[in-house]
C-alpha cells in the first residue's frame, strides 16, 4: 500500500502547490474565510464527498468507505492573520490586511490532498473519514470550540491535525507525548492616576512611574511565586500612554500573556497578577481595571496515538524523519479535539532554506513539505482504519 500512496501523493505535487498559492493569494481572517470555504466546498462536492458547514465558515466533510469500521477525524485550519504581508513572492497575498503568514494556507491544501487520496481508495477501508475545515484558529475562542458544540465530533474515535513548522527541516516531524503546547492566556491593566505639568509631579498621581513599578514587580510571579521545575512564561506586548514630553498622563495601558501548561500555575499565576496590580496600585495611590482572559486549554496528546503517529512516520517517511523536541509555549485550540476524542497533534518541518519565522510578514514555507504531508495524513487515517493491504 504504501508504495502506491507514495507515488499517488507525488503525483499530486503540482495541485497541492496550486491549492496552497491560490489560498495564499487570498487569505481571510477569523469567520471572514468565505472564499476559502467555498473554494473546499467546491473540491468536496467534486469528489461526491457530502459537506456541511459548521461554525460559521468552517466545513465539515464525511467520506464513507466500506461500512462498519471506526471513524477518524483528519482537521486544517483555514485562517489567515491580520498582517500586510512583504517581500516579492509570485504568490503574494491580493488582500492588504491579511496574510497567510501561519501556514495554513499549507494545512488546507495537504488536508485537500489528503481528501483526493483518500476518496480514490474509499472502497478499500473500513469505516469513516471525517474532514474539518475549521476557521479561526488565531482568535480566541477560536473555531474548534464551537466545531464541537455543532457536532463537528460526532460519531468521531479518533483525530489528527499538524501544523507546518519553520523550526524543523523540511520534511521530518516533532511529536511530544503528553502536554506539547501551552495555554495561552492574555491580561490588560489600566493604572488610573491623576494627570498634570510634568514640571509639577507633587500635584499628580503619576500612571508612568506606577506602571513601571507594575513591570518589575510583575517579573517576580515567575521567579519567586512558581516552582523553577514547571515552566510559565509572564510578558508583556504593550505599554501605552501619555501625549507629549511635559505632561502626565492620566491613565496608561498595559497588555500582556501568560504562557502555562498545568491549571494549577494558571490560577496562581492570575492570582498573583491581580494581588500585584492591586497593591502595587494602592501604595501610589492610583487605582486599576485589570482583566484577564483565558486562552485555549494546554494541548494534550495522547500517548498511544503518539506511539500511532510515531510508527505511521517511520513506515512512510522513514524513521530518520522523527525529530526530538520540547514542548512549545504557543496555543492552539485543537486542543479542545483532544479533550474529546483521543489523537495527536504533530509539527511537520517545512523549514529548509526559509529564514523568517511564523506571524512574520515575510514568512513562506517550503513548498516541498506539502506532498509528503498530505502522505502523512493519508496515512494516518488509512492505518488508523486498519486497511494496510
Ligand atoms: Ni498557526
Redesign the pocket.
Known sequence: MIDGLKKDAKKLTGKIIEWRRDFHRHPEIAYQEKRTSSVIRQFLESLDIPVTTCAKTGLRGILEGIPGGKTVALRA?IDALPLKEEGDKEYISENPEAAHA???DGHMAILMGAVELLSRRKDRFKGNVVFLFQPS??RIPGGAKKMIEEGALEGVDAAFGL?LWQPLPTGSIGIVKGAMMAQPDDFSITVKGKGGHGSMPHTTVDPILVASHLVVNIQSIVSRNVDPLKPVVVSFGTVKGGTIYNIIPGEVSLTGTVRTFDSSIQSLAEKRLREITEETCKAFGATAEFEYEKGYPPLVNHEAMVDFVLEVTAKTLGKDRIQTIDPVMGG?DFAYFLQKVPGAFLFFGMGDGMEFP?HHPAFDLDEKALPQATLLMTSLALEYLGTAE
Request: proline content about 0%.
Open positions: 485550519d501561519c501556514g495554513h484558529e488565531e501544523h492552539e511564523h
